[in-house]
């Protein structure tokens, strides 16, 4: 135990710079949203994280943001647990029939000014599962939508890279 | 198709019940039904049965055998099949019924508590009803079906390649597990095998999904008993071979690299040192990590115990993977039955009888360690040649099945190939379906601030299952 806490001391972090590769869509879309709400979000974040039927591997990329190499915490992202808590509602999956009024009631449950960022291919336009009856077909069907992340799963570069364009420091 | 006698239907289930053979999947068409059983001594000797129901009916094998219910209670949904005599009637997959009725609990000062399907923080949705004496769990009922997508009824008509891609996103955390088990069937129902080069690499990318998962489980029952710091070196172990999949083959989980016919793309030898490299690196910092679990008893003092699972409900249900392999089942598709290039590999299949959440947890370090091997092994030997053969026309409808070991149990893929070329139906069974039910047992007599623990132990997919 005091050898790996010792060696967790000496080692230099594991955190890696954000190079943000420019991407003049994340732009657009940061860009669209007003002055006042930039202002609100300021430099911190609370996202609540909702799979609306996702394959799992948008998960486990988002799930990877908090590992020692990207470190969402850093930038003032937060993955909350209450909806009461959230500024963000982010979405994976295809919305499927079965999680849509989950879906709706978590959007519910946030307090204003909130806004919707669509993590994936399935949660930004059904993605695969786009033509399945089972599915609505992307978080837009149901919600506004703020901020597409395209991807299939979109790597934690990429969801990093549009989380933080949605704050006032975006790049 | 053999179509069976409903006489050799109903004894088939007589023989599950009685422990003779195990259920590896149910499913349905509109007009018949299919069950693939397996022998119990002999896990390779896999029997599948089609039963035509031409008025929507079959003697229900869930009547019987428990781990059928849910299938039943799928195929009555997706298909319209009644299973005679199966007394859980309620849809599984289907939510547009306004309620849902929970088994009833009765007894003196027991209190529910509702979770789900929206939880906290970030994993798929399903709904978990406790009924609890104080802390403890006297009863948990799980609801799932939130992540129904319909990819059964999306395979009906697509191209091979669809296909492969859907199924590799039936349970995005096995994507190269399922692909692989779709390429399979479709190969067997073809009749025709893929180049040894291809044979070969897919299996070294199933072995580094395998490492992944299991590295991230690791570090994240710990996480669920409080203990942070394994979470956040196994997380850098499992972003080291994601980064490695990569930079080798392309896309950090390996989607849509197993192809119907052999592999999407090539190692070259600098690929393959790298791959080598991570192997070594992943050995080298893992070993200190272990140590650190093995020497602290208040980590163990949540993991040793809790969450014990029964040799014989196991057996009984056919769960696969770490939760069988922790509670004394023989069992790994890799060996048992076997597929290429496995035979020709030398691994050990870790079998433990602990049970508990401990157990299951060392299944998977001791399986991390056999994966290494086999990434050396398989990087060492590739064989030459080509990656990939053109799919075959066959011109007639053809059936194929598979059985691959994914990280968390076996994958069974049944397939039927119109003349055209095009997927008639498609079944992708996920080792889930037999091992959700078992943690409604485990959990009884834990508490409530326990489940986390388990679950996470059981690490079960919602997607795979909820299909
Ligand atoms: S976008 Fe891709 S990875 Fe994400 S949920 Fe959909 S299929 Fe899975």
């Known amino acids: 135990m005091r050898k790996t806490l010792f060696d967790s001391l000496i080692h230099p972090p594991f955190t890696e710079r954000l190079v943000p590769v420019p991407d003049p869509e994340l732009a657009r879309m940061a860009a669209a949203l007003d002055a006042g709400s930039r202002r609100r979000l300021g430099r911190s974040l609370a996202i609540r994280m909702v799979d609306s039927g996702s394959c799992n591997a948008c998960e486990l990329e988002l799930n990877a943001l908090g590992n020692p190499f990207y470190d969402l915490e850093r930038f003032g992202l937060r993955i909350v647990a209450s909806p009461r808590h959230a500024d963000v509602l982010l979405v994976t999956g295809p919305v499927t029939r079965n999680m849509a009024q989950a879906l709706l009631r978590t959007h519910e449950a946030m307090p204003a000014p909130k806004w919707v960022v669509a993590a994936g291919d399935c949660a930004t336009c059904g993605g695969i599962f786009a033509d399945s009856p089972a599915c609505l077909g992307g978080a837009a069907a149901v919600l506004p939508v703020d901020m597409h992340i395209p991807g299939c799963p979109p790597t934690p570069t990429q969801l990093l890279a549009g989380l933080v364009a949605l704050m006032s420091r975006s790049p | ?467």
């Not at chain 2, 088994?103 to 798929?124: K, Q, R, S, T």
């Not at chain 2, 070594?280 to 163990?300: D, H, M, V």
Request: aromatic content about 8%.
């Open chain 2, 1 to 467: 198709m053999t179509a069976v006698a409903t006489a050799s239907w109903v004894e088939t289930t007589a023989l599950l019940a009685d422990g003779a053979l195990t259920l590896l999947g149910l499913w349905g068409e509109p007009d018949r039904v299919h069950m693939a059983v397996a022998e119990a001594a002999n896990a390779a000797a896999i029997r599948l049965l089609t039963l035509p129901c031409p008025l929507g009916r079959y003697p229900s094998v869930g009547r019987l055998h428990a781990s059928a219910i849910r299938l039943e209670r799928a195929a009555a949904d997706l298909w319209g099949l009644e299973p005679e005599g199966l007394p859980d009637t309620r849809p599984w997959l289907d939510h547009s019924a306004p309620d849902y009725a929970f088994l009833p609990v009765e007894g003196d000062n027991l209190h529910e508590v509702p979770v789900g399907p929206v939880h906290a923080g970030i994993i798929e949705p399903g709904h978990f009803r406790f009924t609890a004496d104080g802390e403890t769990v006297v009863r948990l009922e799980a609801r799932l079906g939130y992540c129904h997508k319909g990819i059964e009824r999306l395979l009906q008509g697509a191209s091979l390649a669809t296909g492969a891609r859907l199924a590799g996103r039936c349970s995005g955390d096995s994507t190269v597990a399922y692909a692989l088990a779709f390429a399979q069937a479709a190969e067997a129902a073809l009749g025709y095998v893929p180049p040894p080069r291809a044979v070969w690499l897919r299996a070294l990318m199933a072995e580094l999904e395998r490492l992944a998962n299991h590295l991230g489980d690791v570090g994240a029952i710990c996480n669920d008993a409080a203990f942070a710091i394994m979470l956040a070196n196994c997380s850098v172990l499992r972003e080291g071979v994601l980064r490695e999949a990569a930079a080798t083959f392309g896309h950090r989980l390996m989607m849509d690299r197993v192809v119907p016919g052999g592999v999407a793309l090539d190692l070259d030898a600098a690929g393959l040192a790298r791959i080598v490299a991570l192997a070594a690196e992943t050995r080298r910092r893992f070993r200190p990590l272990i140590a650190l679990y093995e020497k602290t008893a208040s980590l163990q003092d949540r993991t040793v115990g809790t969450g014990f699972l029964k040799p014989s409900l196991a057996e009984a249900f056919g769960a696969g993977g770490f939760i069988g392999r922790a509670s004394g089942r023989r069992c790994d598709a890799r060996r048992w039955p076997g597929y290429a290039p496995y035979p020709d590999l030398d691994f050990e299949v870790p079998v433990l009888t602990d049970g508990d959440v401990h157990g299951r947890l060392w299944v998977r370090v001791l399986e991390i360690e056999q994966s290494l091997r086999l990434i050396e092994q398989i990087a060492g030997r590739l064989p030459p040649g080509a990656i990939r053969t053109e799919t075959p026309e066959r011109g007639a409808t053809a059936e194929g099945m598979a059985l691959v070991e994914g990280f968390r149990g076996d994958i069974l893929v049944w397939l039927r190939l119109e003349a055209d070329g095009r997927i008639g139906r498609c079944h992708l069974r996920d080792p889930s379906w037999f091992q959700w039910p078992l943690l409604e047992a485990v959990i009884e007599g834990n508490i409530i601030a326990d489940f986390p623990l388990c679950n996470k132990s059981f690490n079960c997919s919602y997607s795979g299952a909820d299909l």
